[in-house]
């Protein structure tokens, strides 16, 4: 019985001891772990400013403000005619080119554009005209022909054959829609009552759907006139088709010109003031 006794007592002695060990471990063990944290948490510190560094890098390499990409222009570009008339235009051309120019508004009112000082540059006695260096410009359609290659970039033409369809819808514009335009706001705008001829305003209505039509057919398949983004071929012929608006021209019929002329002319380029 003794000796039972004696093997309990050493039994529990021994477990005690076990007790101790694993107690006299657990700080060992807290440490140990402690120390495992402690790299984490200094590869977190170290970790924390080089995400800071990362983080600074892009702000650093931020790109400037953007800007029409192309060409940088040497020489004063000045825009003669006032912004309510065809000048108009023009303006919306060197404002979506981003092209530095003068504006000079004529006061036609007072015969500005009758002067001789005009009419060097413009014999016509029209607006608008332009001057760049030694070069002075009127028709409105080839100054902006003009200042799109001078410019370059995704406003102007690229290739030859890019540039036979801008010329083409520059020149339709010209010939077959802006002419029955004109003469039904002469005929219902401009011209004094007593000189309005309402017939010839509707002979010019009636005409309208021939080249709107075409148009029409065309903006169904594609979203703009040349290369598949807006260009300076859509800038010309939006610039008279948007004449139908001021002329309060009920366009639905032609969805995909009305669209086309509403994209065209919401772009922050368009907005001449
Ligand atoms: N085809 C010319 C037409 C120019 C034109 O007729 N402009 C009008 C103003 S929109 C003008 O200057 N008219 C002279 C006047 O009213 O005396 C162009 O597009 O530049």
Redesign the pocket.
Known sequence: MAAKRKAKAAAKKAAKRAVKKVAARKPVARKAAARRAAPAKKAVAKRAPARKVAAKKPAAKKPPARKPAGKKIVGKIQIF?PVK??ARRTYWAVQELGLPHERVELD?AAGA?KRPDYLAINP?????AMKHGDLTL????AINLYLAKLKGGPLAPQGPKEEARTLQWTLWG?AEVEPLLMTIGYNRMFLSEAERKEDRAQDAERKLPGPLGVLDKVLGEKPWLVGGRFTIADLNLASIVSFAKLLKLDLSRWPHVADWLDRCIARPGAKVG
């Open positions: 005619g008339s065809r036609m554009h016509n006695a029209k607006v608008p009127f028709e409105s359609m010209v």
